[in-house]
C-alpha cells in the first residue's frame, strides 16, 4: 500500500484558524459531557451516599478489568431535551472489559430522577441492547432504577420499542447463548423487577436492592399489608426465599467482585479472526485534524488528508482513483485490521455511485468491514442527471449499504444531508456504530436549500391571495426558518436524540474504530446475500 | 555416578544473583557440591533454589550478609565447606577476607591474597605496569617544584586535572589549550579542596575517544599464563559497563596478541594465578595505556567463553584445587566468530538510570541457539534496593559480528519483563544504531547519542508482550494467539485506559 501524499502545511493561517476553531468546538463538548458525567444534583448525590451507595460511574470504574477502555454510548443523551435535567438521559451505557470479556454494561443512574426510564432512557438502554445482539456482547445491568417515569408513560411503555422491548431483548439475547448478569444495587420495581429476574445470574446487595412487582406504597394501597421494602423483596427474600436472585451481597464491593467472577467464569468464544498484521500509527499526525476541517461545513475538504490521519501508516490503496472521484473508496488498516473505507469528496453523481456500489461488493465477499466517513451534501440534480438515471445508480448503491453482510461503522465528519445519508450509511442502515464529530451536521438537506424551499411555498401561498411580498418580507420569514433549522442540524441536537452513539474527539476516530471492529470480531461475519441491483 | 566419591567437593559461593547461579552451575558440571548463602530477602531467591545447599547469613543490609566476612567464614565452617568462590563484588577483591578464608583451612577460588593485593591498589597497580614495560597513562603530579606549563606540553594537550584525593569526576578538567591550564588548574584545587580537603592535582594525558578494551588472563599455580581474545567494553554509562563484545572491531589481530602479550607480562610479575583481567585504554591512534587489573571473574567473562569454548568459572576452581592448566595459546589466538552481551539491569533508562526494584510479576526469557541467558531472576523474583540491580545478562555468538548483533536484537526483543523498568529497550536501540552496527564507537557513545536510544519505537512490543502475558496470566486477559512478528493484541487491551 502507499502512503497518502498530505498537502497540508501546518503553518499556514487558514489552518491554524481552523485549528482553534475546532479545537473550540471540541472543548464545548467536552465541557458539556464533563458536567452530564457528573450526573444528577449534589442533593440527589448526597442522599445515594448516605445510604451507603455509590455512584453508578464509580461501580463502572469499579467493575472493570484495570486499565480497560469505557466505550460510553451517547454520553449527551436528552442533553436539553426535557423540562427537567436529565443527565446522559439517566442510564450510562457502555462496552469495557470484565474479567477479560467485552461486555456491554447498562447502567441505572439513581441520582437522576431515581434512575426512572424516561423516553430517551428508555431508547438509550435498547440501544446498548441492540449493540450487545449485533456484536455478541454479554451485558451486564447494574440495576437501581425506580421503574418508568409515570408522568410520560404514554410515550415509554405501549410501543414496539418502548418498555417491553427490554426484557424481549434480554431473552433474545439470552437465546444467542450471551451471558446476560444483573447487579441489583437499588430499587428494581414493577416492571423493572423484570431486568434481574430475565438475567441468567442475578447478585442482589443486603440492604440495598430490592425486587418486587408491587413495592411497599402500592402493596399498602392495595392489600393493607404493612411490609419494609427488605422485607417484601430483599436480598435475603430472593437469595433464599424466592430464588429470584442467585447471590447475596453483603455490599457493593462484594457484589461487583462477584460480577468478576461469573463473568471469569463465562467462556471465552473464538473471534472472527479477521485479516491483521501489525499495527502501526498513522505517519500522519491525528491532531492535524483540527487544522484541516474547516470553520463551515459549505468549504470543501479532501476526505483523505483524514483517512491519512485514520489509518495504520497512513497508507491507503486507493480503488478506481480515477472514476468517479467524489467518492473516495479504498483499503486500509485500522489497529492492523483491514478495512475497506468509504468517504465523500462531493456531491454524488451516477458514477460515484456505481463505484461505491462496486467496492461495497469487494469489501462483502472478502468479508471485510466497512467504514463510511461522511461529508455528504446529497445526490447530483438537474436533467441530465436524472435522465442518465441518477435514482437508479442511488439504489444500487443503497441496495447494496443496506445488504452488506459486514459490519459497517459510520463517521459523520461534516455533512450528512438527504439521500446522501442513506448511500453513506446513516444510522437507518445499522452501522454497528455511527459516531459525530462536533463540527458535523445533519438534516434532510442544508439549511440555505430547505429555507429556499420553505419560503417558496410561503411566497406560493401568498401569491395565491394575490399578495406580492417585498424582500423585507421574505426575508423576515426565511431568516427564523433559518435560524431554527440551523439549530435543528448540530451534532449536539442529534445526539441529545439518540441518532448517533456519541459525538467524538475527531483526533481520535481511529482509537473509536479499532475498539469497534475488535467488538464486531465476536460475530462471525455473515455469508454475502445482496438485493436486487437496479441495472 | 562419576561424579561421587572422595573427589566431591563442597564449595560455597560467597555471592547472589546471576553469577551465584553461573559459578553454581560449574560446581555441578564438575561433581561437586554447590553452596548457597542467602540474606533475608533472599530467601526464595533463584540462587537458593538453584544449590545444593543453602545458609542464612543476615540481614538484608549487605554490611551484615554479603560483606560480612565473619558470617561467611562462620557458616563456610559449620557447613564443612572445602572452597569458597567470591564471585565478583562483595567480598571478590578483598584481600582481607581471602586471607580469613585461606587461614580458615579453606581453598580460596581466585588470585592469592598477596598478589591481590599488588595488582589492587592503582597506584601499586601502575608501577608494576611501568616495571613490566606496559604503557601507562602518562601523568604529573603537581607539586611546587614543578613546572605545570612544562609538564602539560610534555605530555602533549589535551591534558586532564585530576584530584589526587578523588574519584567522581570532582575537580577533573579537561584543558586543550596552553591559555587556560593555569586558570584551570586553580579552579581544578578549589574543587578538589572543597570536596576532599586536599587541593594536591595531577596532570594526565587526555585520551581522546578513547576505547575500554580488556584482556582476560587465566593462570594456574604451576606458572601456566594464558590470554584470551581481547574485550570490548566502551559502552559504558554513568562509567558502568552496558554491552561488551569480542573480539573488538577496532584493533586488529597483531594488535591483540601485544595487548595480550603486556596483560600475561604484567600478571606475571604480580605472581597473579586464577583468573583475572587487565584492562586497557586505547587512543583513536591506538596507542594503548594499563587502564586496572580486575582481580576476579568479570560481569562479562561469558563472551569469552562463548567464542573461545573454554569453561573459565570451571578452570578458575580447578587451578584452584592445584590442576594443571593446558591451553594451546595459539588456539585461544584463533577464534573463529563473535559474541555479545547485553547487561539486563533493573533500572530506568529514561530517569537517568536510577535502579527499579519491586518484584517481577512476569518473566519470560528467549529460546534462540546460541543464545546464552546467565540470570538470576525469574518469576516472582524481587529486585532488592541492597544489592547491585542485574537481572542477567543475555549474550548472543554468532559466526561473524552482523550475525551475533541481529542475533542479540532478537532475543532481547523476545525478552519479557514485567512490571519493573529494563535496560532491554535501550540496548535494543544501541544495537539497531547504525554507529553501532558499523562498529564505530568509543566510551563517548551512549552519551553523544542518548537521545536517540531513548527514543521507543517497535521496542516498546516487548513491553506490552509482556504486560500481555502478565495479564493473561492473572485472568484479566483471554484469547488470541500472538508471536512478535504479528502483534496481535486485542485492541482493548492495547487501548489501556481509553475513556470516550
Known sequence: MSRIYSNINTKDPIYKKRYEHNKKLLNKVNEIKEEVQKGGSLKAHEV????????????????????????????????????????????????????????????????????????????????????????????????????????????VFPDRDHFGNIFYNQAVLSSKGLLQVALVAGLSTAGGAYVPAMCDQTIIIKEQGAIFIGGPPLVKAATGEVVSAEELGGADVHTRISGVADYYAVDEEMGLRKVREIFAHFPNCKKYELDRVAPVEPYYDPDEIYGIVPETTETFYDVKEIIARIVDNSEFEEFKDRFGQTVVTGFARIGGYLTGIIGNN???????????????????????????????????????????????????????????????????????????????????????????????????MGPNQAADVLCQVKINQYKRDNKILSEEEIKNIREPILEEYRNKSEALYSTARLWDDGIIDPARTRQYLMLAIELSLNKKYDEVNFGIFRM | ???????????????????????????????????????????????????????????????????????????????????????????????????????????WIGPTPKAMFKVGDKIRARSLAEASGVPVVPGKLLNNNIDPLLAAAELG?????????????????????????????????????????????????????????????????????????ERECSLQRRYQKIVEESPSSFIDRDKAKTLGLSAVNLMKK?????AGTVEFLVDKNRNFYFLEVNARIQV????????????????????????????????????????????????????????????????????????????????????????????SKVVAKGEDRSQSLNKLYLALSNYHIYPIKTTVAFIMNIVKHPKFRDGVYDTNFINKHFNELLQVQEDEIPLAIACYHFLSSQGVMTGGDLTHEKLLLNCWESLQGFRG
Open chain 1, 48 to 155: 445515594n451516599k448516605k445510604r451507603g451507595k455509590l455512584f453508578c460511574r464509580e461501580r463502572i470504574e469499579k467493575v472493570l478489568d484495570k486499565a480497560s477502555p469505557f466505550l460510553e454510548i451517547a454520553p449527551l443523551a436528552a442533553y436539553n431535551i426535557y423540562d427537567d435535567n436529565v443527565p446522559s438521559a439517566g442510564i450510562v451505557t457502555g462496552v469495557g472489559r470484565i474479567s477479560g470479556k467485552e461486555v456491554m454494561i447498562i447502567a441505572n443512574d439513581q441520582t437522576v430522577k431515581g434512575g426512572t426510564y424516561y423516553p430517551l432512557t428508555v431508547k438509550k438502554h435498547i440501544r446498548a441492547q441492540q449493540i450487545a445482539l449485533e456484536n455478541n456482547l454479554p451485558c451486564l445491568y447494574l440495576v437501581d432504577s425506580g421503574g418508568a417515569y409515570l408522568p410520560m408513560q404514554d410515550e
Open chain 1, 346 to 444: 462531493g456531491v454524488i453523481f451516477p458514477e460515484s455511485s456505481t463505484k461505491a456500489a462496486h467496492f461495497i461488493e469487494l469489501c462483502c465477499f472478502r468479508k471485510i468491514p466497512l467504514i463510511f466517513l461522511q461529508n455528504i451534501t446529497g445526490f447530483i440534480v438537474g436533467k441530465k442527471y436524472e435522465h442518465q438515471g441518477m435514482p437508479k445508480d442511488g439504489a444500487k448503491w443503497i441496495t447494496a449499504v443496506s445488504t452488506a453482510n459486514v459490519p459497517k461503522f459510520t463517521v459523520i465528519i461534516g455533512n450528512s444531508y438527504g439521500a446522501g445519508n442513506y448511500a453513506m450509511c446513516g444510522r437507518g442502515y445499522n452501522p454497528r456504530f455511527l459516531w459525530m464529530w462536533p463540527n458535523a451536521k445533519i438534516a434532510v
Open chain 2, 1 to 107: 555416578m562419576a561424579f561421587s566419591g572422595c573427589n566431591k567437593k563442597r564449595i560455597l559461593v560467597a555471592n547472589r544473583g546471576e553469577i551465584a547461579i553461573r559459578i553454581m552451575r560449574s560446581i555441578r558440571e564438575l561433581g561437586h557440591t554447590a553452596i548457597a548463602v542467602y540474606s533475608d530477602i533472599d530467601k526464595f531467591a533463584p540462587h537458593v533454589s538453584f544449590a545444593d545447599e543453602a545458609y542464612y547469613i543476615g540481614d538484608n543490609e549487605a554490611l551484615k550478609s554479603y560483606l560480612n566476612i565473619d558470617r561467611i567464614i562462620e557458616t563456610a565452617k559449620k557447613a564443612k565447606v572445602d572452597a569458597i568462590h567470591p564471585g565478583y563484588g562483595f567480598l571478590a577483591e578483598n584481600p582481607l577476607f581471602a586471607e580469613n578464608v585461606q587461614s580458615s583451612n579453606i581453598i
Open chain 2, 157 to 229: 594537550y589535551p591534558v586532564l586535572i585530576k584530584a589526587s584525593a578523588g574519584g567522581g569526576g570532582k575537580g577533573m578538567r579537561i584543558v586543550r589549550d596552553e591559555a587556560e591550564l593555569l586558570n584551570s588548574i586553580n579552579l581544578a584545587k578549589k574543587e578538589a579542596n572543597a570536596s576532599f580537603a586536599d587541593p594536591t592535582v595531577y596532570l594526565e594525558k587526555y585520551i581522546e575517544e578513547p576505547h575500554h578494551i580488556e584482556i582476560q588472563i587465566l593462570a594456574d599455580q604451576f606458572g601456566n599464563y594464558y590470554y584470551f581474545p
Open chain 2, 270 to 274: 604480580a605472581g597473579y594465578t586464577s
Open chain 2, 300 to 391: 562479562e567473562h561469558p563472551i569469552t567463553e562463548e567464542i573461545t569454548g573454554v569453561d573459565l568459572v570451571s578452570n578458575q576452581i580447578k587451578q584452584a584445587f592445584g590442576e594443571k592448566i593446558i591451553f594451546y595459546q595459539e588456539i585461544l589466538n584463533n577464534i573463529k566468530g563473535h559474541s555479545i552481551e547485553a547487561r539486563i539491569y533493573a533500572e530506568d533508562s529514561e530517569n537517568n538510570f536510577i535502579p527499579s526494584v519491586g518484584k517481577i510479576e512476569f518473566y519470560k526469557e528467549p529460546s534462540l541457539l546460541n543464545v546464552r541467558i546467565d540470570s538470576g531472576a525469574t518469576k516472582g523474583t524481587e529486585i532488592p534496593i541492597y544489592y547491585d540491580p542485574i537481572i
